[in-house]
């Protein structure tokens, strides 16, 4: 008998022992098809469902649920599900944190099981009480430490699940948190090699675009410098060569310009120098600078401007907003059209947006009856080289830079700036809103051509210009010759110092970037004179390094002032007026 209970004893545990070797079998064979499904699957949904397909036959399992986090809302999204029906479904697709063990599963990042679910009192619980399901368990989908949403498996067969069964749905766990962040991963690298795609097809078009906008106007002005230099016109045509040479140089400048501003805009770098200024003045101003275009296209100009606007900005920056708002206005509009310019004065609650704001506002706006805009449009209408049409078969010419350019220097001034348009050949309104000061002491008015460069508005003031360009000192000799100055020119700084120390000049002017040395060793070298005579000698920069910490520096070793090539007149005397002023 002893025997027959051992041989028994014996086939029983040979038995279990199979059964565990193959259940042990099972479980590796699962474990292996999870991980090839994995790879094979670019879906999450599709390798859950797969997955689940394989355990709810293993495990007798009846339901599963996928929750991922909301971080803005703090709430638990539905994302896949299987063994729950579609209204149920509906009703459960949207969890508060707190309200479920999904929730406490979120917060803790850790996994909670929950036998005999059925008996269960907690509120937490209601849902699964509400699918009958007996035994429950959850975990956290982590993504490295953070917890991006939790996976949940149910069964209503029986009240507890085993601790290997437990072991292999943490690891299923693991291998569906792995899915989903592929699947995010994979997502944004799409997504960002389709961004690299739109910039790069961006960058050709802008190329293409800047490359069309450099040659057109040198186009104009080679042809038309050749013409000049070999063949005689009559003055009519003469003084019609010069104007478009010199309207296409400006075009030039312009485009330079923007470029310029863009890359100052992107480094941090483009800055404002605030005074008190006439909003109306500088829109006069404008006005009559694309008063050529304005008459060449029978365009007519409608203004209603409030002249006791005064607001505290950098009029140089100002006078740029206003000039690419208008100039825009007047490229889109078809001859015979009409724009309007409007500047007011408007209350807090009539500012742009609904905003709660104090003080008054100065509004600028500038309408046209033009192309429009179309809708699907108008949200990139200030970003950068950004154009509705880049195509060689474009209407309008431009970099796609302008409006970019305007929004940032609008914001600078604490301001604001929107865009109206019903739609195509609907014509477009902008209109920049800036903060106006409490009080106003005194303010500035940007001086015209026709004021300043006058025949005697220089007389009596010796000038020394330092440039190792002879076309450059030509030019800048015969513009200030042309205001009554007395002009010395020099090549080098050496010999600068010289034509100084003999002269005692009112202003020098200097280059920067020079062979041997520089304008900075020019300055250094008339400081120095400065200490020893008593007199300090007001020296202005006129260089082709046009950046913000190109000024910056220059300002910082001594010159009064930072132009920049090539010549504005205007600026220029104005400069030297300024410098030659007593000072109060």
């Given at each position: ?5 051992l ?8 038995e ?7 259940q042990?079998n099972?479980?590796?064979?699962l474990?292996y ?13 599709a ?22 986090i909301?971080?803005e ?9 299987s ?14 944190i ?16 929950i ?19 007996t ?6 989908l982590?993504?490295?430490?953070q ?67 450099l040659r ?16 005689q016109?009559d ?11 010199d ?18 805009i ?13 909003l109306a003045t500088?829109v ?12 060449e296209?029978?365009i ?13 900005g950098d009029?140089?920056r100002?006078q740029q ?5 208008l100039?825009?206005a ?24 609904g ?6 506002f ?5 309408s046209d ?5 179309q ?7 200030f ?6 049409d ?23 001034h604490?301001?604001?700036?929107q865009?109206?348009?019903?739609g195509?050949?609907?014509g477009?309104?902008?209109?920049a ?7 106003i002491?005194?303010y500035?008015?940007?001086p ?6 006058q025949?005697?508005?220089l007389k009596g003031i010796?000038i020394?210009?330092l440039?190792?360009?002879a ?8 513009v ?6 007395t ?7 050496k ?24 304008g ?12 020893d ?5 007001p ?8 950046g ?21 007149p ?15």
């Open positions: 008998i002893r025997e027959v209970v041989l028994h004893e014996d086939i029983t545990e040979r279990l022992a199979e059964q565990a070797l193959k042990s099972e479980r590796l064979g474990l098809a999870m991980s090839s499904s994995l790879l094979l699957h670019d879906q999450p949904t390798f859950m469902s797969s997955l689940f397909s394989q355990l709810s036959n293993h495990l007798n399992l009846e339901v599963y649920f996928n929750y991922l909301d971080r809302s703090q709430q638990l999204l539905l994302n896949t599900y063994g729950i029906p579609a209204s149920v479904a509906e009703t459960i697709s949207l969890l508060k707190e309200d479920t063990i999904c929730g406490v599963v979120a917060q803790t990042a850790k996994p909670c099981i036998e005999q679910a059925q008996q269960s009192s907690d509120p937490k619980t209601r849902l699964l009480r509400s699918l009958n399901l035994a429950y368990t959850c975990y956290p982590l993504a490295g430490e917890v991006i949403g939790t996976i949940s498996f149910g069964t209503c067969q029986r009240s507890h699940f085993r601790e290997d069964e437990l072991a292999l749905l943490q690891v299923v766990a693991d291998q569906i948190a792995t899915a989903l962040e592929r699947a995010h991963l994979m997502q944004a690298l799409q997504q960002h090699t389709e961004e690299l795609v739109q910039a790069n097809r961006m960058k050709d078009e802008f190329l293409a675009v800047l490359s069309h906008e057109t106007p040198l186009n104009a002005i080679v042809g038309w410098t050749q013409l000049l230099r070999t063949r016109f003055a009519p045509t003469t003084a019609r060569a010069l104007e478009t040479i309207r296409n140089t400006q075009s030039l400048v312009r485009l330079i310009e923007d470029l310029l501003d863009v890359s100052r992107i480094t941090g770098k483009l800055q404002l120098h605030l005074t008190e200024v006439n500088i006069a101003i404008v006005t009559e600078m694309v008063q050529h275009d304005v008459e296209k029978r007519t100009i409608t203004s209603q401007l409030d002249t006791s606007i005064n607001l505290k009029a140089n100002l907003i206003v000039w690419n708002l100039s825009n007047i490229k889109f509009t078809p001859a015979g059209g009409t724009v309007w310019v409007d500047l007011h004065q408007i209350e807090p609650s009539l500012s742009p947006e905003k709660s704001q104090t003080g008054k100065a509004q600028l706006s500038v009856t033009g192309r429009g805009i809708a699907d449009f108008i949200p990139y209408v970003d950068r080289f950004r154009q509705a880049s195509s060689t078969t474009r209407h309008y010419g431009g970099l796609g830079l302008g409006l970019a350019i305007v929004r940032h220097l609008v914001e600078l604490g301001g604001t700036i865009v109206k348009s019903e195509e050949n609907q477009a309104t902008f209109i809103t800036f903060p106006l000061p409490m009080t002491s005194s500035i008015v940007l015209s051509e026709q004021s300043i460069l025949p005697q508005t010796e020394v210009i440039d190792d360009e076309d450059a000192r030509e030019l800048i000799t015969t200030l010759t042309q205001v009554g100055a002009v010395t020119a020099t090549e080098s700084v010999q600068a110092l010289d034509v100084v120390q003999r002269l005692q000049p009112d202003v020098v002017i200097s280059d920067i970037g020079m062979p041997e040395a520089d900075y060793d020019l300055i250094r070298s008339l400081n120095t004179l400065a200490k005579q008593g007199r300090q000698i020296v202005i920069a006129l260089t082709a390094y046009a913000e910490s190109n000024r910056q520096q220059a300002l910082a070793a001594g010159f009064q002032y930072h132009l920049t090539k090539p010549i504005n205007t600026a220029l005397v104005q400069a030297i007026l300024e410098c030659i002023q007593p000072k109060s």
